[in-house]
């Protein structure tokens, strides 16, 4: 299994910046994926950002705010958040797609992370 521990939550006032950390554990061969979801109340979890291949992408409404990144020597990522806005007010969740060592497809999420920003 492979273990996804979130970090960096918190309350932050709107303009502000906030960075999470996903750190995996587990036995892990390759990574395939490796994301950021949010989910705010009432509303759809949605993917925010996420690092497939190589490549970067973001959704529309996080655009030049929010940078995802990984550290490949500590097993973990990031997500850089700046010029918060309230509507980005949600828990956060990590998600790896990974091969493990035994060649198996695992999906992993993280517990999630609640980050409230206040106007």
């Known amino acids: 299994q492979v273990q996804l521990v979130e970090s960096g939550g918190g309350l932050v006032q709107a303009g502000g910046s906030r960075r999470l950390s996903c750190a995996a554990s587990g036995n892990i061969f390759r990574i395939n994926a490796m994301g950021w979801y949010r989910q705010a109340p009432g509303k759809q979890r949605e993917l925010v950002a996420a690092i497939t291949s190589g490549s970067t992408n973001y959704a529309d409404s996080v655009k030049g705010r929010f940078t995802i990144s990984r550290d490949n020597a500590k097993n973990t990522m990031y997500l850089s958040m700046n010029s918060l806005k309230p509507e980005d007010t949600a828990v956060y969740y990590c998600?790896?797609?990974?091969?493990?060592?035994?060649?198996?497809?695992?999906?992993?999420w993280g517990q999630g992370t609640q980050v409230t920003v206040s106007s």
């Open positions: 998600n790896w797609l990974v091969v493990t060592t035994d060649m198996v497809l695992y999906n992993s």
